[in-house]
């Protein structure tokens, strides 16, 4: 079995223009969440949260070797000025990618007085916590959808958002 690049979504939408482009086929042995692979990705879409997230990332560990993994997903923004659609590293500075700050919250969050950081996503957290017990090339990936809005954006709208931003980081798998 060779190394392989764990990715980790949230939501399928989040990670469609993935799939496309690497023809990914889901593998239906795993009902708890979507499990998709080939010979250089696992994919794991695990539903919103913390005990999807984790649940999700105890099997990819469990059954692959994972040298390199990676939270692509949606993220809330305090920072109006900020425009929908843009891509943020929240763990480490990339070459050609914007830095700024996440805080992973357990519940939607709708207001930005006790936000101290610019971005707020439900998994990240938990994901790179996870991961670093297994693998130290870990990388938190986030593309500004809204401004703290409550409602989950609709699907299109996500998977649009993430393909113009593919480009910006598909070269890190």
């Known amino acids: 079995m060779s190394n392989?690049?764990?990715?980790?979504?949230?939501?399928?939408?989040?990670?469609?223009?993935?799939?496309?482009?690497?023809?990914?086929?889901?593998?239906?042995?795993?009902?708890?969440?979507?499990?998709?692979?080939?010979?250089?990705?696992?994919?794991?879409v695990?539903?919103?949260?913390?005990?999807?997230?984790?649940?999700?990332?105890?099997?990819?560990?469990?059954?692959?070797?994972?040298?390199?993994?990676?939270n692509i997903g949606i993220a809330g923004c305090k920072d109006e000025s900020i425009k929908i659609g843009t891509l943020f590293s929240t763990n480490k500075?990339?070459?050609?990618?914007?830095?700024?700050t996440l805080t992973t919250i357990d519940k939607p969050l709708d207001k930005k007085d006790n936000l101290k950081t610019t971005l707020v996503d439900m998994e990240a957290f938990y994901f790179e916590?996870?991961?670093?017990?297994?693998?130290e090339n870990i990388t938190v990936l986030k593309v500004v959808s809204d401004y703290l809005?409550?409602?989950?954006?609709?699907?299109?709208?996500?998977i649009d958002l993430m393909r113009k931003s593919f480009n910006q980081w598909?070269?890190?798998i």
């Open 4 to 44: 392989k690049t764990l990715i980790h979504s949230a939501l399928l939408c989040e990670c469609q223009c993935l799939i496309d482009f690497f023809k990914l086929k889901q593998d239906k042995t795993c009902s708890a969440f979507k499990l998709y692979h080939n010979e250089i990705i696992v994919l794991v």
């Open 46 to 70: 695990s539903g919103i949260g913390k005990q999807n997230t984790i649940n999700a990332l105890r099997f990819a560990f469990d059954n692959f070797i994972i040298n390199k993994a990676i």
């Open 93 to 100: 500075q990339i070459k050609n990618i914007n830095f700024t």
């Open 170 to 172: 598909k070269n890190l």
């Open 129 to 135: 916590e996870y991961c670093k017990q297994y693998c």
């Open 149 to 158: 809005d409550i409602n989950i954006p609709k699907k299109s709208f996500i």
